[in-house]
């Protein structure tokens, strides 16, 4: 893994709330001068190795929760409408729910990512 992956990768893992790529920009700034480009390079690195996801509605990184890095997984991911907070969510059986699913256009659902919101019990 380069350097700067690592650092972006730590950034993520020392913040239990899910990071948007500024707040990532900045705590990564403070260890070493970069770039915001690879800083953005980095980023995209770690999701195409499947080591954290983006959740396309909060826009912000969370690092993955299995430890078997070998292959990338669909995440589905469970964002607080109030918080913010984000968990990954046990994959298996969303895939098998989609694949049993028709719709119009044959999806085939191999690849997927998919956001569920909702409230977690802090702010019920
Ligand atoms: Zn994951
Ligand atoms: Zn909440």
Same mark, same amino acid.
């Given at each position: 893994? %380069? ?5 972006? !990768? @730590?950034? $993520?893992?020392? @913040? ?6 500024? #707040? $990532? !920009? ?5 260890? %070493?001068? $970069? ?6 390079? +980095? ?11 983006? +959740?396309?509605?909060?826009? +912000?990184?969370?690092?993955?929760? #299995?430890?078997?890095? #070998?292959?990338?997984? @669909? ?9 913010? %907070?984000?968990?990954? !969510?046990?994959?298996?059986?969303? +895939? %098998?729910? !989609? ?10 659902? *191999? @690849?997927? *990512?998919? #956001? ?9």
């Amino acid at each position: 893994m %380069k350097h700067n992956d690592d650092l972006v !990768l @730590n950034v $993520i893992k020392a @913040n239990a709330k899910p990071l948007t790529a500024y #707040e $990532i !920009l900045s705590k990564v700034q403070k260890v %070493k001068k $970069i770039q915001p480009m690879s800083v953005y390079r +980095s980023l995209k690195n770690l999701q195409t190795q499947g080591k954290i996801h983006k +959740s396309n509605q909060s826009k +912000s990184f969370l690092l993955c929760n #299995e430890n078997d890095h #070998e292959h990338v997984h @669909n995440p589905v991911l469970v964002i607080c409408n109030d918080c913010g %907070k984000t968990e990954e !969510l046990e994959v298996n059986s969303f +895939s %098998k729910l !989609l694949a049993n699913l028709k719709t119009k256009a044959q999806f085939q659902f *191999q @690849n997927f *990512q998919m #956001e569920v919101s909702s409230t977690c019990k802090g702010c019920n």
